[in-house]
């Protein structure tokens, strides 16, 4: 069957459906690429809140015992439950392993005494999954 002029002008034509799909494929992209971006600041966020909640927490400890806890990172979950056993710090029970403190990026907050950065003090900081670190002021 043939057919006719007007049939023809009612249909999109291939060129056309290509050209909305490609829009609606850049839309996508941009899209989900906004949305990674929000999601890794959020993170990034949320882990300097925390690392100043630990700070102060590692603060009021050596404010009653006059020292920092020296440690190394291999032993950061003791230290996560030296500070919150003893009531330096509320954190949810969700969010401790036998590691540490859990980060939002799915690790753990990492401590250091004497620091590297900081041999006066302690380091404090995490590491995303792309590799990124997230420190507050390495226990100035």
Do not use: H
């Not at 459906?17 to 494929?25: D, K, P, R, T």
């Not at 990172?73 to 003791?78: L, Y």
């Not at 792309?130 to 226990?139: A, H, V």
Request: proline share 3%.
């Amino acid at each position: 069957m043939a057919m006719n002029a007007q049939q023809r002008n009612n249909a999109f034509s291939l060129v056309e459906l290509l050209a909305v799909l490609l829009i609606v494929g850049l839309l996508a992209g941009a899209t989900i690429s906004l949305s990674r971006y929000a999601s890794r600041k959020a993170a990034e966020s949320a882990a300097k809140a925390e690392i100043a909640l630990i700070e102060d927490a590692l603060e009021r400890y050596k404010l009653k015992n006059g020292t920092n806890i020296s440690a190394t990172t291999a032993n950061a979950g003791a230290i996560a439950i030296l500070v919150l056993t003893n009531g330096y710090i509320s954190w949810p029970r969700s969010k401790i392993s036998s590691t540490g403190f859990n980060d939002p990026y799915g690790g753990v907050y990492l401590y250091l005494c004497p620091g590297s950065r900081n041999p006066n003090s302690y380091d404090l900081w995490t590491v995303s999954a792309d590799g990124r670190t997230t420190n507050s002021n390495f226990g100035q």
